[in-house]
Each structure stands twice: as structure tokens, then as C-alpha cells.
């Protein structure tokens, strides 16, 4: 039942969050995500409230979230029983740009 964290946005990167899967792999559990925004150190409630049993899941596609360095996606189960979380995020490295005068 404890948060943790499962990615976090390494530095110099933006993320692109676009999937995530929320799997029950056994017994009834009512899993929670959340989005934790470092710039403004907030935490924002991404899934929860749903029961799922064992096999059911809960799919988030077709959305996208910019996840910037620093920001993390947290997961917790709110039981004891086997959840899987899978999400899908793409990164794009920060470019630099050096102009001499």
C-alpha cells in the first residue's frame, strides 16, 4: 500500500506520456496513479476509485501528457494483491543552443 515511484523524467528531457496499462494480475485490487508535477511540487490524482479483479484492467490511450525533468509517475495498491503498470513515455532530449556575441 506504499506510493512509489515508477518513472521520473531525467534531467535535461521532456516526456511524452501517452499509455498507461493498469493490470490486475490476482485477486481484487483498486490501484491508484498519480502524476507528480516538480515544478510546482504537486501531486495530481491520475486513476483510483475502480475495482478491478483478477485479468481486469484499466487502459489510458489516445491522451497525452508532458511530463518535464524532474516530474514523476507514482504508482500505489491500495491491497496486497499483484497489479502490473505499464506506461508508455517518450523522451526528447533538450537541445541546446550557444550564441557568442
Not at 506504499?2 to 490501484?31: D, F, Q
Not at 490511450?61 to 513515455?89: F, H
Amino acid at each position: 500500500a506504499t506510493k512509489v515511484t515508477l518513472l521520473t523524467v531525467p534531467a535535461k528531457n521532456t516526456g511524452l506520456w501517452t499509455t498507461m496499462y493498469v493490470i490486475s494480475t490476482a485477486g481484487t485490487e483498486t490501484p491508484k496513479v498519480f502524476w507528480y508535477d516538480a515544478s510546482t511540487n504537486t501531486e495530481y490524482f491520475v486513476i483510483g476509485g475502480k475495482n478491478l479483479g483478477a485479468g481486469d484492467y484499466i487502459l489510458l490511450a489516445d491522451k497525452e501528457v508532458v511530463l518535464q525533468a524532474g516530474d514523476e509517475i507514482r504508482i500505489q495498491n491500495t491491497g496486497t494483491s499483484s497489479v502490473t503498470y505499464i506506461a508508455t513515455v517518450e523522451f526528447i532530449p533538450e537541445t541546446a543552443v550557444q550564441f557568442q556575441f
